[in-house]
């Protein structure tokens, strides 16, 4: 996973490194990621799950929302408090543990785009002492640095661009009507327009990645623009197509194979996932800024 290879790189001892990178390389190991909780949401280290340390072990207590993947993947990237005491953002730990170590339950979460997302709940969870990923209570910065990276990924332009491409087309085949109407022609200018800046700002990312180093102003940059992007596009096309647009895939007549619904009913979460796009403004502010809080 993209967030959480590169953090093991950095953050790992050498035997986490040679036990867990050679893994997520042959797709033998992947990760479902464990921060959001009920309370704990925009205010991420707010987050309330207990690690105590017991000996050999780490025993883990708590309940985390929108852990996506979490029935599909082996492993979870997990946070959790191991300082109560501590001020909230140098009490938290980063730990890699299996999915089917006793004490985890998985339960589904429907998302409007009908897409799964799980709540876990972890009681008297037992792993390792060596789960830890990193320093003890420093993994706040840990996290920090895996959001910025998931960020990236969520900027992609390649689902816009596809969308973009898919309407044009079917503009040309099916709507030839369209091509000489001025609302179209400007949804559509802007949706191309949308598309190249997403591009620029996803190829600054990934030249940093490349480079080593970890984007943070920049990330947040590229998923505002392509989130935000996504959801103008797929407003504006679904418009453009009025009702057929909303017709759904198992629907013979469907404009686009139902691609464009599927698209538009999936777009909001993209603005909520790895921290809201509020949040990403603020990032921007303060630390590529240097603005006050």
Excluded: C
Aim: proline residues 5%.
């Amino acid at each position: 996973f993209i967030s959480v290879g590169p953090m093991i790189m950095r953050n790992g001892t050498e035997e986490q490194k040679q036990e867990i990178l050679p893994k997520v390389l042959r797709g033998e190991m992947n990760f479902a990621l464990g921060y959001t909780e009920p309370n704990a949401g925009t205010d991420l280290a707010s987050m309330q799950t207990r690690a105590t340390r017991d000996g050999d072990e780490w025993v883990i207590n708590g309940q985390k929302i929108y852990t996506s993947s979490a029935h599909l993947a082996t492993h979870v990237w997990l946070a959790a408090r191991t300082e109560p005491e501590a001020p909230k953002h140098r009490g938290i730990s980063t730990f890699v543990l299996p999915l089917n170590t006793p004490g985890i339950t998985v339960r589904p979460l429907w998302v409007m785009g009908e897409g799964r997302t799980n709540e876990t709940f972890w009681e008297d969870v037992r792993i390792p002492a060596d789960s830890l990923i990193g320093e003890e209570n420093r993994g706040w910065y840990i996290v920090s640095g895996a959001l910025d990276l998931e960020r990236v990924a969520i900027g992609t332009y390649r689902p816009l661009e596809k969308t973009v491409s898919d309407m044009v087309a079917h503009i040309k085949a099916e709507r030839p009507e369209l091509a000489d109407d001025a609302f179209a022609r400007n949804a559509v200018a802007d949706a191309l327009m949308r598309v190249e800046v997403a591009r620029a700002l996803a190829t600054n990312n990934a030249a940093m990645v490349h480079s080593g180093l970890i984007p943070t102003m920049e990330a947040s940059m590229g998923k505002i623009w392509t989130t935000d992007s996504r959801e103008r596009v797929n407003d504006a096309f679904m418009d453009l197509l009025g009702r057929s647009g909303g017709m759904q895939a198992e629907n013979g007549d469907a404009p686009l194979d139902g691609a464009l619904d599927a698209a538009w009913r999936g777009a909001p979460v993209g603005r909520f996932g790895g921290g809201t796009n509020d949040i990403q403004r603020r990032i921007i502010a303060n630390r590529g800024l240097g603005l006050p809080r």
